[in-house]
């Protein structure tokens, strides 16, 4: 119920009586990233809402009048923290690449800055005065270190200032796999699909690999280093690519960041057209002259497992193997 009813309510301390300020309900939603906030001035409330076409920052005011969407078509915004001392809110969003985790800045006028102008996965925290931001940064190639940037507009004070240095020094000399990401359709309904692309450390564009989908999920495809959370390359998919296999990760239908419709197409199709997504991956690699096409398997745990098994069952033939692995809780 929580997915697809919201309400955010005001309570009086004295009296305990209420009122509510937002009601939303979909029935489509299949996942929940709401967040909300009192603004540093307590008249209005900040919100993470996709009543529009995809999550986005909304002020929602105390006194009744209309809500106002603060970041325009375009973000897809992750989550949010309001900085008092500072009088804004900071939010990430993915807008220049689907891939990325970027954190931005929102001041009292409405005003949206980056504040971080390199790609890959963001994790901030605010200082308590509102002056840095502590900002646990790491891309494809670049394990997580931790960086102080200025929590203001460029320009205006302190430069960034990277804290840690964590790789050993063998770590630039090691023949890291190559990252891309692709773009492409859906064979049945033609919406486009996005992809991380891992290829073997001596890619020969000539040479036809075998090809490894997965771990298949959905929300896989992030321009981050390792991590279990997210399924992106971590360990094993160094390792795999070093012995000459290409990995791609899809991100299904279900996924976020890419627009309301395409995170709610998958309700009520668990084992549908999330696996026809997963096919369709398998169109592009064999179309792409560099992997064999009687060589591309697949695996996740889960319902990674799920996707697994129904990519088998509904597509004999195409997946040369298979792993499904059922989640343990020790």
């Known amino acids: 119920l929580y997915i697809k009813h919201r309400w955010i309510r005001?309570?009086?301390?004295?009296?305990?009586?209420?009122?509510?300020?937002?009601?939303?309900?979909?029935?489509?939603?299949?996942?929940a990233e709401w967040w909300s906030a009192f603004a540093p001035d307590g008249r209005s409330v900040y919100t993470v809402s996709d009543i529009g076409s995809d999550y986005q920052l909304w002020q929602i005011p105390l006194d009744g009048t209309p809500a106002k969407q603060l970041t325009p078509d375009g973000y897809?915004?992750?989550g949010a923290s309001v900085v008092a001392s500072a009088d804004g809110v900071m939010f990430i969003a993915n807008r220049d690449a689907a891939e990325d985790r970027t954190p931005y800045w929102l001041d009292a006028r409405g005003v949206i800055s980056a504040l971080a102008d390199s790609h890959g996965h963001h994790e901030p925290v605010a200082s308590p005065d509102g002056r840095w931001l502590a900002d646990i940064h790491s891309d494809d190639r670049t394990p997580p270190e931790l960086y102080l940037r200025p929590l203001h507009p460029a320009g205006t004070g302190p430069r960034e200032q990277r804290i840690t240095h964590s790789p050993l020094p063998g770590y630039d000399s090691h023949a890291w796999a190559t990252v891309r990401y692709v773009d492409f359709p859906n064979i049945h309904d033609g919406v486009s699909l996005h992809a991380r692309l891992t290829l073997p450390t001596d890619f020969d564009p000539h040479r036809q690999y075998p090809a490894i989908i997965g771990s298949v999920y959905s929300n896989t495809v992030h321009n981050r280093w390792g991590g279990r959370v997210f399924h992106p390359t971590w360990a094993l998919d160094q390792y795999l690519a070093a012995h000459g296999y290409v990995i791609l990760n899809v991100d299904i239908r279900g996924s976020s960041g890419h627009?309301?419709?395409?995170?709610?197409?998958?309700?009520?199709?668990?084992?549908?057209?999330d696996v026809d997504d997963l096919y369709s991956a398998t169109r592009y690699l064999a179309g792409s002259g560099f992997v064999d096409e009687k060589r591309i398997g697949?695996?996740?745990?889960?319902?990674?497992?799920?996707?697994?098994?129904?990519?088998?069952?509904?597509?004999?033939?195409?997946?040369?193997?298979?792993?499904?692995?059922?989640?343990?809780?020790?």
């Not at 996740?300 to 088998?312: D, E, F, I, R, V």
């Not at 509904?314 to 792993?323: E, I, S």
């Open 259 to 273: 627009g309301k419709a395409f995170r709610q197409r998958l309700r009520e199709d668990y084992g549908g057209i």
């Open 76 to 78: 897809a915004v992750f």
């Open 298 to 330: 697949l695996w996740g745990s889960s319902y990674g497992g799920l996707l697994t098994t129904m990519s088998l069952l509904k597509h004999p033939g195409v997946y040369a193997a298979g792993v499904a692995r059922s989640e343990e809780h020790v």
């Open 10 to 31: 005001l309570l009086d301390p004295d009296n305990g009586e209420g009122r509510t300020v937002l009601e939303e309900q979909d029935e489509a939603n299949v996942t």
